[in-house]
């Protein structure tokens, strides 16, 4: 149990040194805490936070840094939400408001700008798709044996997919597949046309073509591509930058986590919290992989009503200005979810 001296020193630890960098002495807090005590005394009492694990001496010098522990102390208990300034609202804002015609140019573009706010890796996960519902499927001749399969979906985004059709193949047969598809299939949520697509729709196919399981192997991966989740990474290269560890293997195992697509979406989902809060993970509360022991995760849900939810997330060093960091993480959320419920909104009514 911190005393509210322990507490103050603690707090004003952690913001110096997320501020500079430097350990933090003795004489220097004496400075800047709001209460006038000598610099024995604060010696006294970092010695005691050091004894609760909250802080830790670099090398022999007198200074203090924070432990992971007394990063999540503060983050609990001492952390005084940041309001995002006006010149980060207005950045938000004016890139936000671009014209975008697909919902994942729109998510895409924020992973980007995100980054670019807090200088960090960022992450967008698009609104959860299991409401998606397919509005409809067309292949279209390109020429040279050469196909393209359509697919769209009532939110508005479009996966295509083309491929070399025998030529011997019978196109009207195809076509005939295709107006089957689109009667029995169009206005079903996603969910159900993958389940069909294991279930009875390879009979329905053999009616009309033989060796239909190219075809079934083309709009299976179309109707995947729809279905699936869809995040997106602003910064990639940022998170080198505050790596501790200068280990080559270290930081390849660190680069390439950004492409382990099913990982990373397991991080961000078990990351955030049911409710609206912005969550944050230090160390290795974000993963066992000890890649990201030096790092913290801040994510945060963001809600587009009846279209789902989608996840923003920022990955940085533990030596991150937290309040600055949570304040744009929840701003920029709120002002996302405005714009998707925008183009939504614009979507179903035109």
């Keep these: ?90 950045v938000i804002q004016n890139s936000l408001g671009t014209s975008f015609q697909k919902i994942d140019e729109i998510v895409s573009h924020s992973a980007d700008i995100l980054s670019d706010l807090t200088s960090y890796t960022a992450f967008t996960l698009k609104p959860e798709q299991s ?13 040279n044996q050469k196909v393209i399969a359509i697919l769209v979906t009532d939110s508005g985004d479009v996966e295509s997919q083309s491929f070399t059709i025998p030529r011997d193949f019978d196109t009207e047969a195809l076509q005939a597949v295709v107006r089957m598809i689109n009667d029995q299939l169009v206005g079903l949520p996603l969910v159900e046309v993958v389940k069909r697509l294991n279930d009875d729709l390879p009979l329905q196919i053999m009616h009309y073509m033989h060796g239909a399981d190219g075809f079934l192997d083309l709009f299976d991966n179309v109707v995947t591509r729809a279905s699936r989740e869809r995040f997106f990474v602003g910064g990639r290269l940022n998170i080198l930058g505050f790596s501790n560890n200068q280990d080559p293997q270290a930081l390849r195992a660190l680069y390439s986590l950004l492409d382990r697509n099913d990982e990373l979406s397991h991080l961000l989902e078990t990351g955030s919290s049911d409710d609206d809060s912005v969550n944050v993970k230090i160390g290795s509360e974000i993963s066992q992989d000890q890649v990201l022991n030096d790092y913290s995760l801040i994510t945060a849900k963001y809600n587009v009503d009846q279209y789902g939810k989608g996840i923003i997330a ?31 909104r614009h979507y179903y009514d035109s």
């Design 1 to 90: 149990m911190l005393t509210q001296r322990q507490k103050k020193i603690l707090q004003a630890i952690v913001r110096q040194y997320t501020s500079t960098g430097q350990p933090v002495g003795s004489k220097h807090l004496a400075e800047q805490l709001p209460f006038k005590v000598s610099s024995a005394t604060i010696r006294n009492e970092m010695a005691a936070l050091e004894d609760q694990g909250l802080v830790t001496k670099e090398h022999s010098s007198s200074g203090r840094v924070p432990s992971k522990a007394g990063y999540r102390f503060y983050v609990d208990h001492l952390l005084d939400p940041g309001a995002v300034t006006d010149n980060d609202l207005v």
């Design 314 to 344: 920022v990955l940085g060093p533990t030596r991150m200005p937290y309040s600055r960091t949570i304040g744009i993480v929840n701003a920029f959320r709120q002002e996302l979810a405005k714009r998707l419920l925008d183009f939504y």
């Design 131 to 143: 409401d998606i519902h397919l509005s409809g499927f067309r292949v279209v001749p390109l020429g």
